[in-house]
């Protein structure tokens, strides 16, 4: 019996060593500027895309980290001015008020928030690249604009386009000022611009309802929705919510399946699907200078944006 036992015992012993080596091995090491990084929490590989801690990558950039833990929801706020928003199991991040599609969602492990490090790092404003089995992310500075610099001429040189420095940045227009400072990291987040069916649907029916209305005003008709989903009283699906009889005008009137809805429409609506409100428990909307329904007027309002009253 004690052979056997210690027979057992040094099995494991060589089955953690070995394969305790091999995990170690296949962990790649994180260079930072030159300076290598020491984990706290461990890293990791799937589907052949290296995995790191959102806050310590952050914070080792000097970058600010919340977490909220009833939303499920990490903010990040750079050194450079940038507003991150990223919720977990949500395939979309926020940059500064623009929510843009990802390949992949936030994910927990070990109390930890973990994105791939090309999405986490391109974010914050800094290249990656593989080198000698090692993954390298080097800070990028912002590009100082010079007299006589136009748009063209420094997206020719940083190897982007026009547009890309445009969104990037926040620019509505073309003028450039000597001694301002440009982002000039493109994400690659940023080029995944595809809408998906729900999406849509939910876009089209922001831009008939919410017309004329703030950015804000947009989001929340898009929450509501999103709240009905949610709750027990009404179908538990975008699809379904938007297409429930006698609910919405724009499906009644049959214009909701003729409509294109607009780049700011769909903006709100993947702002709504990623968690984004401003009108939590709202279950209706209405514009209270038109509506007559005493149903409506009698509800619990909640809140007022634009022309629009949210209640539940």
Same mark, same amino acid.
Do not use: C
């Given at each position: 019996?004690?052979?056997?036992?210690?027979?057992?015992?040094?099995?494991?012993?060589?089955?953690?060593?070995?394969?305790?080596?091999?995990?170690?091995?296949?962990?790649?090491?994180?260079?930072?500027?030159?300076?290598?990084?020491?984990?706290?929490?461990?890293?990791?590989?799937?589907?052949?895309?290296?995995?790191?801690?959102?806050?310590?990558?952050?914070?080792?950039?000097?970058?600010?980290?919340?977490?909220?833990?009833?939303?499920?929801?990490?903010?990040?706020? /750079?050194?450079?001015?940038?507003?991150? !928003?990223?919720? &977990?199991?949500? =395939? +979309? %991040?926020?940059?500064? *008020?623009?929510?843009?599609?990802?390949?992949?969602?936030?994910?927990?492990?070990?109390?930890? /928030?973990?994105?791939?490090?090309?999405? !986490?790092?391109? &974010?914050?404003? =800094? +290249? %990656?690249?593989?080198? *000698?089995?090692?993954?390298?992310?080097?800070?990028?500075?912002?590009?100082?604009?010079?007299?006589?610099?136009?748009?063209?001429?420094?997206?020719?040189?940083?190897?982007?386009?026009?547009?890309?420095?445009?969104?990037?940045?926040?620019?509505?227009?073309?003028?450039?000022?000597?001694?301002?400072?440009?982002?000039?990291?493109?994400?690659?987040?940023?080029?995944?611009?595809?809408?998906?069916?729900?999406?849509?649907?939910?876009?089209?029916?922001?831009?008939?309802?919410?017309?004329?209305?703030?950015?804000?005003?947009?989001?929340?008709?898009?929450?509501?929705?999103?709240?009905?989903?949610?709750?027990?009283?009404?179908?538990?699906?975008?699809?379904?919510?938007?297409?429930?009889?006698?609910?919405?005008?724009?499906?009644?009137?049959?214009?909701?399946?003729?409509?294109?809805?607009?780049?700011?429409?769909?903006?709100?609506?993947?702002?709504?699907?990623?968690?984004?409100?401003?009108?939590?428990?709202?279950?209706?909307?209405?514009?209270?200078?038109?509506?007559?329904?005493?149903?409506?007027?009698?509800?619990?309002?909640?809140?007022?944006?634009?022309?629009?009253?949210?209640?539940?």
């Amino acid at each position: 019996m004690i052979v056997k036992t210690f027979l057992q015992f040094s099995l494991l012993a060589f089955a953690l060593l070995f394969f305790g080596t091999t995990a170690s091995a296949s962990e790649p090491n994180i260079i930072v500027d030159g300076d290598r990084l020491s984990f706290q929490e461990s890293i990791f590989v799937e589907n052949n895309r290296t995995y790191v801690p959102v806050r310590f990558i952050s914070e080792n950039m000097n970058a600010d980290v919340k977490w909220d833990q009833l939303n499920q929801k990490v903010t990040i706020e /750079t050194t450079i001015g940038d507003t991150i !928003i990223l919720y &977990i199991g949500r =395939s +979309e %991040v926020t940059l500064n *008020d623009a929510v843009h599609a990802m390949d992949v969602s936030p994910i927990v492990r070990h109390n930890r /928030t973990y994105l791939p490090i090309r999405h !986490i790092s391109e &974010i914050l404003h =800094s +290249e %990656v690249a593989w080198r *000698d089995g090692n993954v390298h992310i080097n800070r990028v500075p912002l590009h100082v604009i010079k007299s006589g610099e136009t748009l063209t001429s420094i997206a020719q040189n940083t190897g982007v386009t026009v547009e890309q420095l445009r969104e990037r940045n926040g620019l509505s227009g073309w003028s450039l000022f000597a001694g301002e400072a440009l982002k000039i990291v493109i994400p690659s987040l940023m080029n995944e611009n595809f809408v998906d069916e729900d999406v849509d649907l939910l876009a089209r029916l922001i831009h008939l309802e919410a017309n004329g209305q703030p950015m804000s005003g947009k989001v929340a008709v898009g929450s509501v929705v999103m709240n009905r989903v949610a709750s027990s009283s009404f179908p538990n699906s975008i699809r379904e919510v938007i297409y429930q009889p006698r609910q919405f005008t724009p499906v009644g009137n049959g214009r909701i399946n003729s409509v294109t809805a607009s780049e700011r429409s769909i903006e709100a609506a993947r702002r709504a699907i990623a968690g984004e409100n401003q009108v939590a428990n709202a279950l209706f909307f209405f514009n209270p200078r038109i509506s007559s329904s005493s149903y409506l007027h009698g509800l619990t309002p909640v809140t007022t944006i634009g022309d629009h009253r949210f209640s539940r």
